[in-house]
């Protein structure tokens, strides 16, 4: 069974920056892809960015040009890098994960508190 961990949220003025981790803990064998999600208050989960074992990278338009998705070179780790963070990027934002291990599933962390606030 696999497990995911986040960690890195907290609170930054609006410009700020921060990085999020994530990393994948247990028995697995591979990771096929590695995403983030957020979810605002009142609001439904949204996707922002997703990066595959094959180093394909895709981001929500939202996003694109401040937040940077990567892997680091054994493939258990994910990180999302977010830069010129404005107040809408407020949100809890979840790790997720397609894991194969004794079959393949998606997997999700719990989630961490990102706040953009002055």
């Known amino acids: 069974q696999a497990q995911l961990v986040e960690s890195g949220g907290g609170l930054v003025q609006p410009g700020g920056s921060l990085r999020l981790s994530c990393t994948a803990s247990?028995?697995?064998?591979?990771?096929?892809?590695m995403a983030w999600y957020r979810q605002a208050p009142g609001k439904e989960r949204e996707w922002v960015a997703t990066?595959?074992?094959?180093?394909?990278?895709n981001y929500a338009d939202s996003v694109r040009g401040r937040f940077i998705i990567s892997r680091d070179v054994a493939g258990n780790s994910g990180y999302l890098h977010m830069n010129s963070l404005k107040a809408e990027d407020t949100a809890v934002y979840y790790c997720?994960?397609?894991?194969?291990?004794?079959?393949?599933?998606?997997?999700w962390g719990q989630g961490t508190q990102v706040t953009v606030s002055a």
């Open positions: 997720n994960a397609e894991i194969k291990a004794w079959a393949t599933q998606v997997y």
């Open positions: 247990g028995s697995f064998r591979s990771i096929n892809y």
């Open positions: 990066i595959t074992t094959g180093g394909s990278i």
